[in-house]
């Protein structure tokens, strides 16, 4: 059974960086992408990138990139999303997700449960 | 990017009612290349149907979605109690892949 568990909850200040991690279990790790996406109070789903698992190459939305970098631990079965430079836009739930198919198809299976990040002076 | 915009805002229906749910894309989407989710409140969402009509593993058949090129829709034959919930399209044929606002079921 896949499981993705991500860390918990950050309160942040403006111009600081979160980063959050997404331990992934039930599959092999290193066959399919893994996927960052959020959801701001009251605003859609936004995706912000992906990364390979077993090479870790890396896309980004452009809308973060520069601000965004995904990175994984194969050994440990753990992706990590960190976004610099926060600002209050950047309040949000940030999810990892798997990608559904192993030749990359940017739809999303499993979920993890999600990551409040608040960003407040 | 593509802009989906999905009607209604909310879904007033009782259980054992068919729900009718549309996602409508600004520009046409690649191959049918559209997926829905179902989230409630304070969960993940959950996926439910890929390439416009075919059902996620482990999904019920009374949850059907159809389109193609701009229009899609998601029907859910017979609503159950668990089935109220905000549902989202998504179009991954074009990066980068956008999601609509998102139709709220609820119950009347």
């Known amino acids: 059974q896949v499981h993705l568990v991500q860390s918990g909850a950050e309160v942040k200040k403006p111009g600081a960086s979160v980063k959050i991690s997404c331990k992934a279990s039930?599959?092999?790790?290193?066959?399919?992408?893994m996927h960052w996406v959020r959801q701001a109070p009251g605003q859609r789903l936004e995706w912000m990138g992906w990364i390979n698992a077993g090479n870790g190459n890396t896309k980004y939305s452009q809308k973060f990139q520069g601000r965004v970098t995904i990175t994984r631990d194969t050994s440990a079965s753990t992706v990590y999303m960190e976004l610099s430079g926060l600002r209050s836009e950047d309040t949000a739930v940030y999810y990892c997700?798997?990608?559904?198919?192993?030749?990359?198809?940017?739809?999303?299976?499993?979920w993890g449960q999600g990551t409040p990040v608040t960003v407040s002076s | 990017e593509i802009v989906l915009t999905q009607s209604p805002g909310t879904l007033s229906l009782s259980p054992g009612e068919r729900a009718t749910l549309s996602c409508r894309a600004s520009q046409s989407v690649t191959s049918t290349y559209l997926a829905w989710y179902q989230q409630k409140p304070g969960q993940a969402p959950r996926f439910l149907i890929y390439g416009a009509s075919s059902r996620a593993t482990g999904i019920p058949d009374r949850f059907s979605g159809s389109g193609s090129g701009t229009d899609f829709t998601l029907t859910i034959s017979r609503l159950e109690p668990e089935d109220f919930a905000v549902y989202y399209c998504q179009q991954y044929g074009s990066s980068p892949g956008t999601f609509g606002q998102g139709t709220k079921v609820e119950i009347k």
């Open positions: 039930g599959y092999t790790f290193t066959s399919y992408a």
């Open positions: 997700a798997t990608d559904a198919v192993t030749t990359l198809a940017y739809y999303f299976d499993y």
